[in-house]
């Protein structure tokens, strides 16, 4: 095996391939496999992956300081197979404050753009039963032999999720037809009930867990749950670029490690020149997306599976503006090595309200699907007594899905009370009108389904003018919506629950397991 970088036109810069970032650096390997374990690789000019054939890249550090790694292009997308492996042990060296067994990035660009996936998860066109080695889903897919799917649980318990390998696949008319490796454990529901004028669609999701470009952690990483990561980190607006799109990230994240999460945006500020889009992020250790102290980021059709803490987490409440958007989350598991909140985790975890969400899918956890957790201040390195969460306006929450959760499909915790003047109190009691001086902006949840959870479909408690409107909530165990207090808010005016669809038993359960269920 070889290995070596040559600079464009013997030492001058190429312009063209620079693009205003410096020496171009490409990497070239003869033979049938790749480059040897390298201990660091430094990147100040450009490193560009050729796209010539199967390889695989193995290192301890990758480090972007004011340069470009780029893997294909959103023009050109890589298409050959590329296994990234990153090694390191939790005593092994590390650098300043990104750790180890990472790819770095600072003051430059991360630019990685596998094949395209059409789609990256869908949802079954009917049950799948127990014994069963085929399914059919919804649309066409162009899912390929050997490669591996996910299958959510459609009961109570997450864990009934399931993960198959393709042996075949058949497309038939506006729906495909998958062969599977071995049968299924479980049975996966999917069906659509209809009460009076209401339809109530239940279906198990599927998501794709291959890409042709793979980033993971080393042999040992699953044994001391300390995997990969990859963080982007630099004061200024757009002051770095990642931009990830359609690759697998597995044996990732680090356990017992605060920042070093799977994908991580650290204190940028705007990063309206980055997106996560259509990856496939599985077996982590520590999340699966962090979005801290960044505003404008998007996060779009990814699948995330087997996630240890809160999957798709935005930090410290000060980040606005950032937009998820047919996001699936399967799996989402207590960590009791992380901060307190994980041992409670939620695949969304939502610390301000001016952002989007908006088609996700929450498909099973150990506690929340979406859980808005607004403190009256941001923390951490992002404190300020000038931004107040609580009280602060919704971005958007349309058309999301929770399912088989341990405990809530939708939480708001602990107030919401949105008003023009998010800073100053709710209300002035010795006045006519106690809200003239600040008045309520109304925050509208629409479209949005809970089921099977084993609490509540939808709860609230200290709101504002919250208004949820046309959510259907099914096969809830204790209570199917419920609000503690609305008094921070004209009454009879605004906050509501208006057009729900309630359902106490649908076809897709049994007496056994709704033994004790109350509709509320």
Not at 349 to 356: A, D, K, R, S
Request: charged content about 25%; proline content about 4%; glycine content about 8%.
């Amino acid at each position: 095996v070889y290995f070596f970088f040559f600079q464009a036109e013997d030492g001058i810069r190429d312009a063209q391939e620079s693009r205003g970032l410096g020496d171009v650096y490409k990497r070239q390997v003869h033979g049938d496999t790749s480059v040897p374990h390298l201990k660091a690789v430094n990147i100040e000019g450009v490193l560009i992956f050729e796209d010539n054939g199967d390889k695989t890249f193995d290192a301890d550090f990758v480090i972007i300081l004011g340069g470009r790694l780029e893997i294909g292009t959103e023009e050109r997308p890589y298409k050959s197979k590329l296994v990234i492996t990153l090694h390191g042990k939790p005593n092994g060296i590390k650098l300043p404050q990104y750790g180890n067994k990472c790819i770095a990035l600072r003051d430059g660009m991360l630019d990685i753009h596998g094949v395209p996936r059409t789609p990256t998860w869908t949802e079954l066109r009917e049950t799948a039963n127990t014994g069963t080695n085929l399914i059919r889903v919804l649309g066409k897919v162009d899912w390929q032999k050997g490669e591996e799917i996910v299958i959510a649980s459609t009961s109570f318990e997450h864990r009934e999720a399931e993960v198959r390998q393709i042996l075949e696949v058949k497309v038939i008319g506006d729906y495909s037809e998958i062969k599977l490796n071995s049968t299924l454990t479980f049975k996966h529901y999917a069906g659509v009930q209809t009460f009076g004028s209401e339809k109530l669609e239940m279906r198990a999701e599927v998501g794709l867990l291959s890409r042709n470009i793979v980033i993971q952690g080393d042999k040992d990483s699953e044994e001391l749950e300390y995997g990969a990561h990859i963080m982007a980190m630099a004061r200024g607006d757009d002051s770095v670029q990642m931009r990830i799109e359609y690759a697998e990230l597995r044996q990732t994240g680090q356990a017992f490690n605060l920042g070093r999460y799977s994908i991580h945006f650290h204190l940028i500020g705007k990063v309206e020149k980055s997106y996560i889009k259509g990856n496939a992020i599985h077996h982590t250790y520590n999340r699966a997306v962090t979005i801290h102290g960044v505003h404008h980021l998007q996060i779009i059709q990814n699948v995330a599976y087997h996630v240890m803490g809160h999957t798709f987490f935005i930090e410290d409440g000060i980040e606005t503006h950032n937009v998820l958007d047919g996001n699936l989350g399967i799996q989402t598991m207590a960590s009791w090595s992380l901060i307190d909140t994980d041992q409670t985790p939620a695949t969304f975890w939502i610390t301000n309200p001016l952002n989007f969400y908006r088609n996700n899918h929450a498909a099973g956890g150990d506690r929340y699907g979406y859980w808005f957790d607004f403190r009256a201040h941001p923390i951490g390195p992002s404190f300020t007594d000038q931004i107040c969460p609580r009280g602060m306006p919704l971005g958007e929450f349309r058309n999301n899905t929770a399912h088989s959760y341990g405990k809530y499909g939708i939480r708001i915790f602990e107030q919401w009370i949105p008003r023009e003047k998010p800073c100053q109190p709710p209300k002035n009691i010795s006045a006519a009108d106690p809200f003239a001086d600040n008045k309520p902006i109304p925050a509208i949840l629409r479209d949005n389904t809970a089921w099977k959870c084993k609490f509540n479909g939808f709860i609230g408690e200290k709101l504002g003018d919250v208004r949820i409107i046309n959510t259907k909530v099914a096969d809830i165990k204790v209570a199917g919506m419920e609000i503690s207090e609305t008094e921070n808010s004209p009454l009879w005016q605004s906050t509501r629950i208006e057009n729900a669809l309630i359902v106490r038993h649908t076809e897709n359960s049994d007496k056994e397991e709704m033994k004790g269920m109350h509709l509320s």
